[in-house]
């Protein structure tokens, strides 16, 4: 597995994050650890400083598995918004922790449950939508 790359995470979504983290449901989880150790390599800036091409929570990104050649788009949502079928993959999950904060070319060795291998590049990113009404998100 290549070394980790750096990775950029926007200070709302860290201290979203950070809460989400502390709480009993998945304080001692594997996941949570896991999402733990990103977020404490990760280069924290405010929103407004994020640059647009980073992944970001709510963000959906397109990335191309450079082992197998598969595109996936996939938008990274909190836990209880999670919905694998319709592209929508939880922080927590693996894959989700991993894309965290990259930023488009930066790349990922990912292993999947069944233990295929995959090289996630990331090759668009598309921010959340700013709610209508102005409210934070």
């Known amino acids: 597995m290549s070394s980790?790359?750096?990775?950029?995470?926007?200070?709302?979504?860290?201290?979203?994050l950070d809460a989400l983290l502390e709480s009993p449901a998945y304080r001692h989880t594997p996941a949570?650890?896991?999402?733990?150790?990103?977020?404490?390599?990760a280069e924290v800036r405010e929103p407004?400083?994020?640059?647009?091409?980073?992944?970001?929570?709510?963000?959906?990104?397109?990335?191309?598995?450079?082992?197998?050649?598969?595109?996936?788009?996939?938008?990274?949502v909190y836990p209880d918004q999670a919905d694998a079928g319709a592209g929508r993959i939880s922080v927590l999950a693996p894959v989700g922790s991993a894309l965290l904060g990259l930023s488009v070319?930066?790349?990922?060795d990912w292993e999947t449950p069944d233990g295929r291998k995959l090289r996630l590049r990331v090759t668009e990113v598309h921010p959340p939508a700013a709610p209508a009404d102005g409210a934070d998100r």
């Open 4 to 16: 980790a790359p750096a990775i950029i995470v926007s200070s709302r979504d860290h201290a979203r």
């Open 32 to 41: 949570a650890r896991a999402l733990m150790e990103e977020m404490l390599r």
């Open 48 to 76: 407004q400083d994020m640059p647009a091409d980073v992944v970001t929570m709510n963000a959906t990104v397109t990335c191309v598995d450079e082992l197998g050649g598969e595109t996936h788009r996939l938008t990274l």
């Open 105 to 108: 070319g930066q790349r990922i």
